[in-house]
C-alpha cells in the first residue's frame, strides 16, 4: 500500500509540477470546449439578431387588405410592401436573384372572393405562390415569417367564419401550444443533453487519458527509466496499481474541466440561437443525478485509463502507442455517436456489461431521468471487474522481459 | 555473503531485422552460455569481455531484470528465480540503461527510490548527506536531471542506485563516457565499496581499469566464461601481459578452439 502511493504522488506531481502539462492535460480541454461552443452558439445568436433585425422587403400580386391588416396588427416585423404594379415579375425576380427584395407572394386574383366561394360545387381553394432564394439567408428565413403571416391569415380567417369552434378544432385543446407539466419539460430539455454529452464524455475521458497515458508508461520504456523502477523491490502489480490510480486522477481532472467548459456553454449549444434563454442544468438535476454522473464517469475513467495503460505498456514508443489507441477511440466515439439520436437508454442488462457503451447509456439513464438501479449497479460493478483484470494484464505486461526490454 | 554465479545460459530469439544485420540465418543467439562463477565480500569481481560478449546480459540477470533460461544466481542466500524481490533488495544496480527521469531533481529522485526500497524518511536524509557529499551533489541537488551534465548524471545515478546501502554492488561500464576526473571518482568509491566489505561485480571492457581494481576476474566471449580466477593467478599465466591473454581468446574462439 506504501508503495502504491509512493507511485501514485509521484506519478502526480510528474504533470502537477509541470506548467505545461497543467494547462495542456488540465485547463485547455474545458477553455477550449468552452470558447469553441460558445462562439458557435454566439454566432448562431448572432445570426438570428441580425435575420430578426433586417426589414424584410415583400412585393406582392393581388394582395388582399384583410391579409396586409393581420399582417400589421399581429406581428411586429413591419416588412416593407410594395406592389408588383412598381416594377415587373421580371425585374423582381432579379431582384430577389440580387438579394434586394426577400420574396415575392402572388395571390391569385380576387383571392377574397375565391375563398368566400370555395366550398360551392365547382370551385376550389384560392392559391398564394411564393419566389424566395434560397442562397439568400434573409430571403431563405422570410420564407418562414411569411408561412407564419399566412397561418395567422387563415387563422383569422377560419375565426372569422366559423366562431370560437374553429379554435378548439385548429388548436392543442389543454395548452396554449406549450407543455405545462414541469417534469415533462424537464424530460425534454435532459433528452436534448443526452443526445450532445454521452459522446462528449467519453470523447473527453479518452483524451484526457490519451494525454498522459502514454508518456507515463510508453515513455519511461522509451526513455529507460522503467527498468529503474523495475529493479526496485516492488510488486510489479504495486507499480501497475499506482501508475493506474494517479493517471485516471490526473483524466478525471482533465475531464471533469472539459465537463465545467461543457456546463458552462451547454445554454449556448441546445438553444443555438433559440431566444429561450440560458438551461442552466443545476435547475434541471438534483444532487444524486450528479453524484451518479460522477459514478459513472469515474468508473469509465478507471476502465479508459486502464486500457490506454496496457496499450502504452504493451507499445515500444509513445509514438506507437498513441496509433494502437487511436482504433479504441474511434470506436468509444462511434458508440457515443451511435447512441445519439435514440434519446433512450438501452433497456437490456447485457448493454450494462459492455464497457464505454454501458457507460454512454447510463448517461442517457441519468440525463433522461430513467435510470434503473440494477443497471447502474451492473455497470459500476462491471467497470471495476474490467480494472482488475486491466491491472492484471498489466502487472503480466510489466512481468514480460520481451514486452518491457523489447526494442 | 557471496554472489554465486550458477550455470546461467540465455537465449534471445533474432528477429529477421536482427538476422539481417548480423548476416546470420540462425534464429536464435546464445547470449550467454553456461556461465559460472562467484563473486566474494570485500572483493572486486571483474567480468571483462568486448561489445556484445554477454556482460550485460549476465548482469541483467542477477539484477532479475531478465530470467535466465537455465541455471541460478544466488544473492546473499536469495536465488534471482524464486526470490527475486529479495535480490532486488540486496543489490545496487548501475547500466546506461537505467535511467532518471529529466523532469526531477536529485533530491526528489533520491527520496522516491528510498521509499520503494522501503526505507524510512531519516534513514534516507541520512544516505543523502553521505552520498551527496561524497559525490558532490548537493550543489545540484535541487537541478532537474535534464539540465545536469553528463558526469554529475551518472553521480547521481550511482548515489541512488546505492541509496538502500546495498551488500551486493554490480556496475555495468561504469565509467563509459564519463573525463578523466569523473571517471575517477567513481573508480576510487569502487575501492571505498570493496573496504566496507562490499561485493561487488564490474563489468567493463576497458582493461586497464581490471588491472587496477579487480581481486579476481572472469573474461566473457561470445557468451562463454573463458576466464575465471583471481587477478593474481591470470597475471602470472599471462606473464603480467592481460592484453596479451584477452586477445588470444579472442582468436582462440575465432577459430572455434577451446582453451584446455
Same mark, same amino acid.
Given at each position: ?7 501514485? @504522488? ?36 448572432? +445570426? ?34 410594395? *406592389? ?114 454521452? +459522446?462528449?464524455?467519453? +470523447? ?157 447509456? +447510463? ?45 | ?26 534464429? @536464435? ?53 524464486? *526470490? ?5 533488495? @540486496? ?29 524510512? *524518511? *531519516? ?138
Amino acid at each position: 500500500m506504501k508503495n502504491i502511493l509512493t507511485i501514485f @504522488k509521484k506519478e502526480f506531481y510528474r504533470v502537477m509540477s509541470d506548467r505545461r502539462l497543467i494547462f495542456t492535460a488540465i485547463i485547455l480541454p474545458g477553455l477550449a470546449i468552452y470558447l469553441m461552443y460558445s462562439i458557435l452558439g454566439n454566432a448562431a445568436t448572432g +445570426m438570428e439578431t441580425d435575420i430578426d433585425s433586417h426589414k424584410m422587403i415583400i412585393y406582392t400580386e393581388n394582395m388582399p387588405t384583410e391579409f396586409r391588416n393581420v399582417v400589421n396588427l399581429q406581428f411586429d416585423d413591419n416588412p416593407e410592401f410594395h *406592389d408588383i404594379s412598381e416594377s415587373t415579375f421580371d425585374e423582381v425576380s432579379l431582384m430577389i436573384k440580387d438579394g434586394d427584395v426577400d420574396i415575392f407572394l402572388s395571390f391569385e386574383e380576387n383571392f377574397m372572393d375565391r375563398l368566400d366561394e370555395y366550398e360551392q360545387a365547382g370551385y376550389s381553394l384560392p392559391n398564394i405562390q411564393t419566389y424566395y432564394n434560397n442562397s439568400e439567408r434573409y430571403s431563405s428565413a422570410s420564407l418562414n415569417k411569411v408561412n407564419q403571416f399566412i397561418n395567422a391569415f387563415m387563422f383569422m380567417e377560419g375565426l372569422e367564419r366559423y366562431g370560437e369552434a374553429y379554435t378548439i378544432l385548429s388548436m392543442n385543446a389543454d395548452t396554449d401550444g406549450f407543455p405545462t407539466s414541469i417534469e415533462y419539460e424537464n424530460k425534454g430539455i435532459g433528452q436534448g443533453f443526452a443526445m450532445l454529452l454521452p +459522446m462528449l464524455i467519453v +470523447m473527453f475521458l479518452f483524451s484526457g487519458a490519451m494525454s498522459i497515458g502514454p508518456d507515463s508508461i510508453a515513455g519511461e520504456k522509451e526513455r529507460g527509466t522503467i527498468a529503474t523502477l523495475l529493479i526496485t523491490p516492488v510488486k510489479r502489480s504495486q507499480i501497475a496499481i499506482g501508475k493506474v490510480f494517479s493517471l485516471s486522477l490526473i483524466s478525471l481532472m482533465s475531464a471533469t474541466s472539459s465537463f465545467i467548459g461543457v456546463m458552462f456553454s451547454i445554454g449556448n449549444l441546445v438553444n443555438m440561437g433559440d431566444a429561450a434563454g440560458d438551461i442552466n442544468p443545476l435547475d434541471i438535476y438534483t444532487i444524486t443525478d450528479f453524484l451518479m454522473l460522477f459514478a459513472v464517469i469515474l468508473g469509465t475513467v478507471m476502465v479508459v485509463v486502464g486500457l490506454i495503460s496496457v496499450i502504452s505498456a504493451y507499445a515500444k514508443s509513445i509514438k506507437e502507442a498513441g496509433m494502437l489507441i487511436m482504433p479504441f477511440y474511434f470506436i468509444s466515439i462511434f458508440v457515443g455517436i451511435s447512441t445519439m439520436f435514440s434519446g433512450e437508454a438501452s433497456q437490456s442488462l447485457v448493454s450494462y456489461l459492455i464497457p464505454i457503451y454501458s457507460s454512454v447509456n +447510463m448517461i442517457i439513464a441519468i440525463l433522461t431521468f430513467e435510470v434503473v438501479g440494477t443497471h447502474f449497479l451492473i455497470m459500476v460493478l462491471s467497470s471495476l471487474g474490467y480494472l482488475v483484470l486491466l491491472i492484471f494484464v498489466l502487472n503480466k505486461l510489466f512481468q514480460s522481459e520481451k514486452i518491457m526490454f523489447s526494442k | 555473503m557471496s554472489l554465486e554465479v550458477k550455470n546461467i545460459s540465455k537465449t534471445f530469439q533474432l528477429s529477421r531485422k536482427q538476422r539481417k544485420l548480423n548476416s546470420t540465418d540462425e534464429k @536464435k543467439k546464445t547470449a550467454v552460455n553456461d556461465i559460472s562463477f562467484t563473486a566474494f565480500p570485500g572483493e572486486i569481481f571483474g567480468l571483462l569481455g568486448p561489445n556484445g560478449a554477454g556482460k550485460t546480459t549476465a548482469l541483467r540477470i542477477i539484477s532479475t531484470l531478465i530470467k535466465p533460461d537455465s541455471g541460478d544466481v544466488i544473492v546473499g542466500g536469495s536465488s534471482v528465480k524464486d *526470490d527475486s524481490y529479495d535480490v532486488r533488495s @540486496k543489490i545496487g544496480f548501475l547500466t546506461s540503461e537505467l535511467k532518471l527521469e529529466d523532469h526531477f531533481t536529485p533530491n526528489y529522485l533520491f527520496k522516491y527510490f528510498g521509499r520503494l526500497h522501503g526505507l524510512e *524518511d *531519516d534513514k534516507i536524509m541520512e544516505r543523502k548527506e553521505v552520498l551527496f557529499d561524497r559525490f558532490g551533489i548537493n550543489p545540484f541537488a535541487e537541478v532537474k536531471v535534464g539540465d545536469l551534465s553528463t558526469g554529475m548524471k551518472q553521480k547521481t545515478s550511482i548515489a541512488i542506485s546505492l541509496v538502500h546501502n546495498p551488500d551486493f554492488i554490480i556496475f555495468d561500464e561504469p565509467t563509459n563516457g564519463l573525463d578523466v576526473l569523473t571517471a575517477r571518482s567513481v573508480t576510487d568509491y569502487l575501492l571505498e565499496l570493496k573496504e566496507q566489505q562490499k561485493t561487488v561485480i564490474l563489468s567493463t571492457h576497458i582493461l586497464s581499469v581490471v588491472e587496477k581494481l579487480c581481486d579476481r576476474v572472469g573474461i566473457i566471449i561470445n557468451g562463454k566464461l573463458k576466464v575465471s580466477d583471481s587477478m593474481d593467478n591470470v597475471m602470472k599465466e599471462s606473464n603480467n601481459d592481460l592484453e596479451e591473454l584477452f586477445f588470444k581468446l579472442i582468436e582462440e574462439e575465432e577459430l572455434g578452439g577451446f582453451r584446455q
